[in-house]
């Protein structure tokens, strides 16, 4: 799908607050509400719009912490994999699960109550035989800059 500056200003501002009306989006996007919702809707059935959500600021719902794991499997087999991987859709607590290609095969995030919360999640991890061979972790001890609007116009080159 080829985007224009205006589909791109539609993904920037919803990128931004996704809870914003439509006739706000449209006005600022320099739309009427029409022309912009028909954008809008192609955009979504795209697939460049997956979903919308809120930022929850865990501090002020409770104590937490957030692990990051870099994970590696016992082999490297196309079956390791995917069972790594279908294991991962198990386990609320890993809000974020990356393939990487490098050093470490997978990196988690993990969001808990504690640590003994986290060391009990990883032995579980482990007693399933997802192919979960060595992990390191790394402990977040302040969040500096969490998850924000991609750099569209970096991305396509117009920017």
């Not at 205006?6 to 607050?17: K, P, Q, T, W």
């Not at 996007?29 to 192609?42: A, D, F, H, I, Q």
């Not at 997956?50 to 929850?56: F, L, P, Q, T, V």
């Amino acid at each position: 799908m080829l985007l224009d500056q205006r589909d791109l200003e539609i993904l920037r501002v919803l990128s931004h607050d996704g809870r914003i009306t439509k006739a706000a989006l449209a006005d600022k996007v320099g739309l009427s509400p029409t022309p912009c919702w028909e954008r809008l809707k192609k955009l979504e059935k795209a697939g460049l719009i997956e979903g919308y959500s809120a930022r929850i600021n865990l501090k002020k719902l409770g104590p937490h912490v957030t692990v990051f794991v870099a994970a590696e499997l016992a082999d490297h087999t196309a079956a390791s994999f995917r069972a790594f991987e279908a294991g991962m859709q198990r386990y609320d607590e890993v809000t974020a699960c990356w393939a990487l290609g490098g050093g470490f095969d997978y990196l988690l995030q993990i969001v808990t109550c504690d640590i003994d919360a986290y060391q009990r999640l990883i032995d579980a991890m482990l007693d399933a035989r997802i192919g979960l061979s060595r992990y390191f972790t790394y402990i977040v001890t302040k969040p500096v800059k969490g998850l924000g609007a991609p750099p569209f116009e970096i991305l396509l080159g117009t920017g």
